[in-house]
């Protein structure tokens, strides 16, 4: 080929076009070299890269490129295809190329290290030398909490240092430091203070959001003790803690260590610091505790609302009496084994302490006598299970909150000058020990439209009586039990006897409490809902028996719950559901707890449970709002040191429809109008309630309500010595000079003076008038009406033949006013002049015994123990007094 026809070569210098050349060409096809890009590399000028780039040249070269973001070598940048340089901190590395350029190398590693190292000892080596070491005695005084009435105005002020003492570790029995060593920390005598290995769970724990941790060791807990003004559960607290516990351990000697720990350590029932656990559990001083003593108290120190023979289930539903007693057992025992196996502690020694040590009652302060004990316990408690942010009661004992109540003062002082107007009249244990002795009386009172608790009567005096009566003690309900039965019947219907157990409500047949008839027979034979007889484990039948074996026949509803007769609600819970009837109670204000007893006997339905005063106050206080649920409460906020940290949320349900409600309340009118609750009538008020007696006469209530206010009010007998093993419900008959008592006597007598007094001022408001419900249902052997031929459908048939026990029927009570034939008897079943008592049968209608006075006809609640011959679910005959 002739010299002149070749082309020109091409520039063999690098930059920015040999570069965007080269990266053109790794990106295509290659492209098939020129004759001269066939020749060495060398004669490239020095500085140029060559004309021809290989493929893995030529994408570094753009790589470089593109990190670069284009320049040349001017200084402005790498050029593309030109070593990069390096810099002082060489990070992404210069030399390195995709993702090794961001591996930092092992000296990069490794000066890291040593610089994180260095900070975390120079941080640590200030943040030791800025601490300072607590005392003990400024941190043993804490602030007060103060409690205010619902008008604003101080109800108590407790806490401060009512309740401290700091002794010295030579006070402090040998006994009590070895308990605490053997169940706290074993090598409290020899560690430095700080468990890392904890602190480290506990950092991480926190920092990945789950559950916080304490320090391990008795010193980080007396400087957690110590530390009151900073008690968060925080990264920053817990650091601060680390080095203060690490100076503590450095500086102070251990049994200077000890002896702040627990005079800082909190025992439960307010007492703070071992001298005052001493004479709060056991009235002495901490030197003249015995090991075994110390065994317990140091059990306490695990918590003390668990491990309190006394209970706190105001605080916590698993603290009963019952289980902390059994754990704090389990607990003394255990640390007293400890002791041995640690030397502490001769086994010959430890055999001699066979017996728990019993505490001593829980007492108040002097300054919380009267009611103020239990208001101030009471709303410490509202305030505890209902915050958000996890205080306790040892949070609250350290002082420094304002805490505002629902209490209202006059209403308050009202209800306790009714009870003992009451007391003081008619109980005398010198004129008769055996029958008024250990009588109580507990009442509570919720205002329908928000739950506010307003007043309650927890006992005699808080620093005398120590259970609060208002809340829950045991006492069982009885017939005021019923309406519930009555609401769920109104509410599911009754059971088809021919589907199965479960039925949904459009199964069922809703229940009218007026064209609705029960069998109200005495000793009737109780069958399941589909006709079965219902049998016990043992296979022996329910044969209910109501109040002065006295027989009603054919009754309603309405007349059954105003005599109170007992047959009728025990078939018609039967008949809708034992277990619906639970639920409904529940959804009316019953808590779901061991107190709503979980049997499923028939007596379940005429109260063998046992709510507190202010749960079945607030529970009628549904009925009252028209089906509107709000649970009762104490405190409205709380502020710490001005600052508000709680506010009530009460969030309101509906338990009932209106119609449900509304038609509940028109039947307990009629209890107060006409039946067994007539000596709680208020002048110029309409008034709806239930009267309660439960068997064996061990207690009786009386719960009751305006459109305004709410009030329940029961009485019992109870011993209060609460180291008493065999404590139990005594009989009340005979006492207060009583044949026996009943709902409509001293609690009803109760409630109409206080209620009195409550809605002075206050307008007289009716209730709303409740729509018709529910369809004629039939039950216990009570059958549907049928017209004789011979008679026109609006005249009365021929008289029922039912099945009954062959007890005789009894006549109204010659005092108690003549049922209403509109109500009782319906033209239905041949009623008579004494509003259809008076009842024929197969074994010739005899009339037995005339029935006492009215404040002996109410029902007899003979299943209410669990008890009366059936409510254990193992006896024959069963009955409540309601």
């Given at each position: 080929?002739?010299?002149?026809?070749?082309?020109?070569?091409?520039?063999?210098?690098?930059?920015?076009?040999a570069?965007r050349?080269a990266?053109?060409?790794?990106?295509g096809?290659?492209?098939?070299p020129s004759?001269?890009s066939?020749?060495?590399?060398?004669?490239?000028?020095?500085?140029?890269?060559?004309?021809?780039l290989?493929r893995a040249?030529?994408?570094?070269?753009a790589?470089r490129?593109?990190?670069?973001g284009?320049?040349g070598?001017?200084?402005?940048?790498?050029?593309?295809?030109?070593p990069?340089?390096?810099?002082l901190?060489?990070y992404?590395?210069?030399n390195?190329?995709g993702?090794q350029?961001?591996?930092?190398s092992?000296?990069?590693?490794t000066g890291?290290?040593?610089?994180?190292?260095?900070?975390?000892l120079?941080?640590?080596?200030?943040?030791?030398?800025?601490?300072?070491?607590?005392?003990?005695?400024?941190?043993?005084?804490?602030?007060?909490?103060v409690?205010?009435w619902?008008?604003?105005t101080?109800?108590?002020?407790t806490g401060?240092?009512?309740?401290?003492?700091?002794?010295?570790?030579?006070?402090?029995?040998?006994?009590?430091?070895?308990?605490?060593?053997?169940?706290?920390n074993?090598?409290?005598?020899k560690?430095?203070g700080?468990d890392?290995?904890?602190?480290g769970?506990?950092?991480y724990?926190?920092?990945?959001?789950?559950?916080?941790q304490?320090?391990s060791?008795?010193?980080?807990q007396?400087?957690?003790?110590?530390?009151?003004?900073?008690?968060?559960?925080t990264?920053?607290?817990?650091?601060?803690?680390l080095?203060?516990?690490m100076k503590?351990g450095?500086?102070?000697?251990?049994?200077a260590?000890?002896e702040g720990?627990?005079?800082?350590?909190?025992?439960?029932?307010g007492?703070?610091?071992?001298?005052?656990?001493?004479?709060?559990?056991y009235?002495?001083?901490?030197?003249?505790l015995?090991?075994?003593?110390?065994?317990?108290?140091?059990?306490?120190l695990?918590?003390?609302?668990?491990?309190?023979?006394?209970?706190n289930?105001?605080?916590?539903?698993?603290?009963?009496?019952?289980?902390?007693?059994?754990?704090?057992?389990?607990?003394w025992?255990?640390i007293?084994g400890?002791?041995?196996?640690?030397?502490?502690?001769?086994?010959?020694?430890?055999?001699?302490?066979?017996?728990?040590?019993?505490?001593?009652?829980?007492?108040?302060?002097?300054?919380?006598g009267?009611?103020?004990?239990?208001?101030?316990?009471?709303?410490?408690?509202?305030?505890?299970?209902?915050?958000?942010?996890?205080?306790?009661?040892?949070?609250?004992?350290?002082?420094?909150?304002?805490?505002?109540?629902?209490?209202n003062?006059?209403?308050v002082?009202?209800?306790?000058?009714?009870?003992?107007?009451?007391?003081?009249?008619n109980?005398?244990?010198?004129a008769?020990?055996?029958?008024?002795?250990?009588?109580?009386?507990g009442?509570?009172?919720?205002?329908?439209?928000?739950g506010?608790?307003?007043?309650?009567?927890?006992?005699e005096d808080?620093?005398?009586?120590?259970?609060?009566?208002a809340?829950q003690?045991?006492?069982?309900?009885g017939?005021?039990?019923?309406?519930?039965?009555?609401a769920?019947?109104?509410?599911?219907?009754?059971?088809?006897?021919?589907?199965g157990p479960?039925?949904?409500?459009?199964?069922?047949?809703?229940?009218?409490p007026?064209?609705?008839?029960y069998?109200?027979?005495?000793?009737?034979?109780?069958?399941?809902?589909?006709?079965?007889?219902?049998?016990?484990?043992?296979?022996?039948e329910?044969?209910?028996r109501?109040?002065?074996?006295k027989?009603?026949g054919?009754?309603?509803?309405?007349e059954?719950?105003?005599?109170?007769?007992n047959?009728?609600?025990?078939?018609?819970g039967?008949?809708v559901?034992?277990?619906?009837?639970?639920?409904?109670?529940?959804a009316?204000g019953?808590?779901?707890?061991?107190?709503?007893?979980?049997?499923?006997?028939?007596?379940?339905?005429?109260?063998?449970?046992?709510?507190?005063?202010?749960?079945?106050?607030?529970?009628y206080?549904?009925?009252?709002?028209?089906?509107?649920q709000?649970?009762?409460?104490s405190?409205?906020?709380?502020?710490?040191?001005?600052?508000p940290i709680?506010?009530?949320?009460?969030?309101?349900?509906?338990?009932?429809s209106?119609?449900i409600?509304?038609?509940?309340?028109?039947?307990?009118?009629?209890?107060?109008?006409?039946g067994?609750?007539?000596?709680?009538k208020?002048?110029?008020?309409?008034?709806a309630?239930?009267?309660g007696?439960?068997?064996?006469?061990?207690?009786?209530?009386?719960?009751?309500y305006?459109?305004?206010?709410?009030?329940?009010?029961?009485m019992y007998?109870?011993?209060?010595?609460?180291?008493n093993?065999?404590?139990?419900?005594?009989e009340?008959?005979?006492?207060?000079?009583?044949?026996?008592?009943?709902?409509?006597?001293?609690?009803?007598?109760?409630?109409?003076?206080?209620m009195?007094?409550?809605l002075k001022?206050?307008?007289a408001?009716?209730f709303?008038?409740?729509?018709?419900?529910?369809?004629?249902?039939?039950?216990?052997?009570?059958?549907?009406?049928?017209?004789?031929?011979?008679?026109?459908?609006?005249?009365?048939?021929s008289?029922?033949?039912?099945?009954?026990p062959?007890?005789?029927v009894t006549e109204?009570?010659?005092?108690?006013?003549?049922?209403?034939?509109?109500?009782?008897?319906?033209k239905?079943?041949g009623?008579?002049?004494?509003?259809?008592?008076?009842?024929?049968?197969?074994?010739?209608?005899v009339?037995?015994?005339?029935?006492?006075?009215?404040?002996?006809?109410?029902?007899?609640?003979?299943?209410?123990?669990?008890g009366g011959?059936?409510?254990d679910g193992?006896?024959?005959?069963?009955?409540?007094r309601g």
């Amino acid at each position: 080929m002739s010299e002149h026809r070749r082309k020109p070569s091409q520039p063999q210098g690098g930059g920015r076009a040999a570069a965007r050349r080269a990266a053109q060409q790794s990106s295509g096809r290659r492209a098939a070299p020129s004759r001269e890009s066939t020749a060495s590399p060398s004669g490239a000028h020095d500085g140029e890269e060559p004309a021809f780039l290989s493929r893995a040249d030529a994408r570094r070269a753009a790589q470089r490129g593109g990190r670069r973001g284009g320049g040349g070598g001017d200084g402005s940048g790498r050029g593309r295809g030109e070593p990069g340089k390096k810099r002082l901190i060489d990070y992404p590395r210069h030399n390195k190329d995709g993702w090794q350029r961001w591996m930092p190398s092992w000296k990069q590693t490794t000066g890291l290290g040593v610089a994180f190292v260095g900070s975390i000892l120079l941080a640590g080596t200030v943040s030791y030398a800025l601490v300072q070491v607590p005392d003990q005695n400024l941190a043993s005084k804490a602030e007060n909490n103060v409690y205010y009435w619902d008008d604003g105005t101080q109800l108590a002020a407790t806490g401060g240092s009512a309740n401290r003492q700091v002794i010295g570790i030579a006070q402090i029995p040998a006994a009590m430091q070895n308990a605490v060593i053997s169940a706290e920390n074993k090598s409290f005598r020899k560690d430095p203070g700080v468990d890392f290995m904890g602190m480290g769970r506990a950092l991480y724990n926190m920092a990945m959001g789950g559950n916080t941790q304490g320090g391990s060791t008795i010193t980080q807990q007396y400087v957690k003790n110590a530390r009151l003004g900073d008690q968060s559960q925080t990264l920053d607290r817990k650091y601060k803690e680390l080095f203060i516990s690490m100076k503590v351990g450095s500086k102070m000697k251990k049994p200077a260590i000890m002896e702040g720990y627990l005079n800082t350590s909190y025992y439960g029932r307010g007492a703070w610091g071992i001298q005052a656990a001493a004479r709060t559990y056991y009235g002495k001083d901490a030197e003249k505790l015995n090991p075994s003593e110390c065994a317990f108290l140091a059990s306490l120190l695990k918590g003390a609302t668990l491990y309190d023979p006394a209970g706190n289930p105001g605080y916590n539903p698993n603290a009963t009496a019952a289980k902390n007693t059994d754990r704090a057992k389990k607990r003394w025992a255990w640390i007293l084994g400890e002791m041995v196996k640690d030397g502490h502690l001769d086994a010959a020694q430890r055999d001699k302490y066979t017996e728990f040590p019993m505490p001593k009652p829980v007492r108040q302060s002097d300054d919380l006598g009267g009611q103020i004990g239990y208001l101030v316990d009471l709303a410490k408690a509202n305030f505890i299970n209902n915050n958000t942010q996890g205080l306790t009661v040892e949070d609250l004992s350290k002082g420094g909150y304002e805490i505002h109540t629902t209490f209202n003062k006059n209403k308050v002082a009202q209800l306790e000058k009714a009870v003992s107007k009451v007391k003081k009249a008619n109980i005398d244990p010198k004129a008769r020990p055996k029958t008024d002795t250990h009588v109580q009386f507990g009442g509570a009172s919720v205002a329908p439209d928000s739950g506010k608790i307003v007043a309650i009567y927890g006992g005699e005096d808080a620093t005398k009586h120590y259970t609060n009566n208002a809340d829950q003690t045991g006492a069982q309900v009885g017939s005021t039990f019923k309406p519930f039965v009555l609401a769920a019947a109104m509410q599911h219907g009754k059971r088809d006897p021919s589907l199965g157990p479960d039925q949904s409500d459009a199964q069922r047949t809703l229940v009218s409490p007026d064209k609705s008839v029960y069998n109200g027979d005495n000793k009737l034979k109780i069958k399941n809902y589909d006709g079965s007889v219902w049998t016990n484990e043992e296979d022996k039948e329910w044969l209910q028996r109501n109040d002065g074996d006295k027989s009603y026949g054919p009754i309603d509803l309405r007349e059954a719950m105003r005599e109170s007769a007992n047959s009728p609600f025990v078939q018609l819970g039967m008949d809708v559901g034992i277990s619906t009837v639970r639920d409904v109670a529940i959804a009316a204000g019953l808590r779901d707890d061991e107190t709503l007893s979980k049997s499923n006997v028939p007596s379940f339905s005429i109260g063998v449970s046992s709510p507190s005063a202010i749960r079945m106050a607030g529970s009628y206080a549904t009925f009252a709002a028209s089906g509107k649920q709000n649970d009762p409460y104490s405190v409205t906020k709380v502020l710490k040191r001005g600052k508000p940290i709680y506010e009530h949320d009460g969030k309101e349900k509906t338990a009932f429809s209106a119609q449900i409600a509304d038609n509940v309340t028109d039947v307990l009118k009629t209890v107060v109008e006409k039946g067994t609750g007539t000596s709680a009538k208020l002048e110029g008020r309409q008034v709806a309630g239930k009267t309660g007696t439960t068997d064996g006469n061990k207690s009786a209530w009386f719960v009751g309500y305006t459109p305004q206010l709410s009030t329940a009010i029961d009485m019992y007998r109870l011993d209060d010595d609460e180291s008493n093993k065999d404590r139990k419900f005594e009989e009340m008959f005979g006492t207060g000079g009583q044949d026996k008592i009943h709902g409509a006597s001293f609690p009803a007598e109760i409630w109409q003076d206080y209620m009195k007094e409550a809605l002075k001022g206050e307008k007289a408001l009716p209730f709303p008038k409740p729509e018709p419900i529910g369809e004629a249902v039939y039950g216990g052997g009570a059958a549907s009406p049928e017209p004789s031929p011979s008679e026109s459908p609006d005249e009365s048939p021929s008289e029922s033949v039912i099945e009954s026990p062959s007890e005789s029927v009894t006549e109204s009570p010659a005092d108690s006013p003549s049922p209403d034939p509109s109500e009782s008897c319906k033209k239905l079943f041949g009623c008579d002049d004494n509003g259809g008592n008076n009842q024929g049968n197969d074994n010739g209608g005899v009339t037995g015994d005339p029935s006492p006075s009215t404040s002996e006809s109410e029902e007899e609640n003979g299943g209410a123990d669990g008890g009366g011959g059936g409510g254990d679910g193992t006896g024959f005959f069963a009955g409540t007094r309601g």
